[in-house]
Each structure stands twice: as structure tokens, then as C-alpha cells.
């Protein structure tokens, strides 16, 4: 009997998979009707990075939720189809948010729970906050920063305020593709009196010659982040790291006062200094 059974949900799986991944057209369509990329973006990027952003938690969890929020559109926009989707795209949104500050809720909530030496045990590093560990809570690879005591209250707003900025800006229609450029931070809390700092925990390895293709999409979000007013202020070899799946990812933003233009400058320097050229004047 359990053989059977086995057998019969080995048989069913693929009809499961075709039923919730839908083709690479209606794909691309659905999230850019949702606002989750923009136009270039869903022509650019290869099916493998479309599927990893259809399958995230925001869009499962618009997924899921979209007969509803389709009839409350419905309702507001009273037959008028093109107020419909403006409604639809603003609840879309609303909803993503809301997915985020849940997750980032519940993660601080379960690093509030433990101690220093709970932390120790992850120790990856020293950095310009502090010591750097790694844990997980809330079934979620996380990176803990704990702020030091002799910080400057400028330098710690500083950086706090990028980051803020730069979740505003993954929530703006079509830019939460954008968010393989950085370790998303989830917020700040208390570790044993001691205050820590929060963000995602992804592998990552310094960059290589055979990167730089990618460094032309990164150089696109760095584009976009400067429109909104983002600095990152530190572009350097060490800021610069590489996800398993080719994407360029800057870490470390707000660490110093800069201007568009000098993490434009910074960034071009590594990239010819990865391919052994002379570095730009």
C-alpha cells in the first residue's frame, strides 16, 4: 500500500510543477503586470533568474492572493479597466511590503531571543561596525553585525539610512529583481543589551576576471540606486562580491560620504584592474 502511494506521488509531481511554474512568456507577463521587474529587465535577465523571482516569497505570496486582490480592484475601479490596474499594481505592491515586514519581524524577533555567545559560535569576521557572525532563525540564513561601542553616531546613520533607501527602492514597480545586487537587510535589534545590526546571509566569493560580464548589470543597478539618491560611498574589492550564480552583489553601503560619480569611478578601476589594464585617471 505505501509503495503504491509512493508511486502515485513520484507520477504526480510533474503535473504539480507544470500546474504552479507557468511558461517563460506568461512569466515574464505576470511579473511585470505585478511590478516585480520592469521591461528590460524581463528581456534581459535568462529564464533561470525569472524562475528564482517567481518563486520568491513575495510573489508566492501574490500568487496565492491574487483572486482577492483582483476583487477588490475590481470593485474600487467600477467597470474602468485602466483604473483596475493602476489599483491592482498599488495592491501588488502593498503586498510585497507587507511579505518583507513580516519576514524581517519575525527574524528580529528570533536574534532578540539569543545571546553573545550564541553568536560566537558563527563568527565570520571583523568589519567597520563590528564583529560579524552568522546564524539562523526563523528557517533563515542571516549575517549579525554587532555594532561597536566607539562607532560614530554619523557613520552608524549613515549607513543605516542607505539601507533604508535601498529597500524603498526594491519596492518601487519593476525593481525587486534588483535585489540579487545586495544582502537585504532586514533590520536592526538588541542581542544581550548589545545592539546588532541585520541582513541576509548569502555565499558569496571576491570577484574574478571572469565575472566582469557581469559587472555590466551590476553597473545598471548602481545607475538606478544613484537616481534615487544612493551612495554607496565604499566601492572597493573587498565590497564587491559574487553570488553562486554569477550575480555581482555590493555589501557594506554608506560607509563613507561620496558622490555618484566616485563609486562610478571606484567601480571601473576594479573592473580594469580585474582585466589588467591600466587604471582610469
Not at 474602468?80 to 505592491?93: D, I, M, T
Not at 503586498?95 to 528570533?110: C, E, F, I, M, Q
Request: charged letters at 25%; proline letters at 4%.
Amino acid at each position: 500500500m505505501l509503495t503504491r502511494l509512493l508511486l502515485l506521488l513520484l507520477l504526480l509531481v510533474p503535473f504539480v510543477q507544470a500546474a504552479t511554474c507557468p511558461t517563460p512568456d506568461v512569466m515574464k507577463v505576470t511579473l511585470l503586470e505585478r511590478g516585480l521587474i520592469d521591461a528590460d529587465t524581463a528581456q534581459r535577465w535568462p529564464i533561470e533568474r525569472l524562475k528564482e523571482l517567481w518563486n520568491s516569497r513575495e510573489n508566492q505570496f501574490i500568487e496565492r492572493e491574487k483572486a482577492r486582490l483582483e476583487r477588490v480592484a475590481e470593485q474600487e475601479a467600477s467597470g474602468n479597466a485602466a483604473l483596475k490596474q493602476e489599483l491592482l499594481s498599488g495592491l501588488y505592491r502593498t503586498s510585497v511590503k507587507g511579505v518583507t515586514a513580516k519576514r524581517n519581524a519575525d527574524v528580529l524577533a528570533g536574534v532578540k531571543t539569543m545571546t553573545l555567545a550564541d553568536l560566537k559560535k558563527g563568527y565570520l569576521a571583523s568589519g567597520s561596525f563590528g564583529d560579524v557572525y552568522r546564524t539562523r532563525v526563523a528557517g533563515q540564513d542571516v549575517v549579525v553585525k554587532v555594532v561597536r561601542p566607539d562607532m560614530p553616531s554619523e557613520l552608524y546613520a549613515m549607513q543605516k539610512e542607505a539601507y533604508m533607501k535601498l529597500e524603498d527602492f526594491l519596492h518601487s514597480p519593476g525593481n525587486l529583481a534588483y535585489a540579487k545586487h545586495i544582502a537585504r537587510y532586514r533590520g536592526e535589534t538588541t542581542v544581550s543589551g548589545v545592539k546588532v545590526v541585520v541582513f541576509d546571509y548569502a555565499a558569496m566569493k571576491p570577484l574574478t576576471k571572469t565575472d566582469v560580464p557581469q559587472m555590466a548589470e551590476a553597473m545598471d543597478f548602481l545607475r538606478k540606486a544613484h537616481a534615487r539618491g544612493i551612495i554607496h560611498g565604499d566601492i572597493a574589492k573587498d565590497n564587491v562580491q559574487v553570488r553562486p550564480d554569477g550575480a555581482v552583489v555590493f555589501i557594506d553601503w554608506g560607509g563613507r560620504r561620496a558622490t555618484a560619480q566616485d563609486d562610478l569611478d571606484a567601480f571601473m578601476r576594479l573592473r580594469n584592474r580585474l582585466l589588467g589594464r591600466t587604471p582610469a585617471p
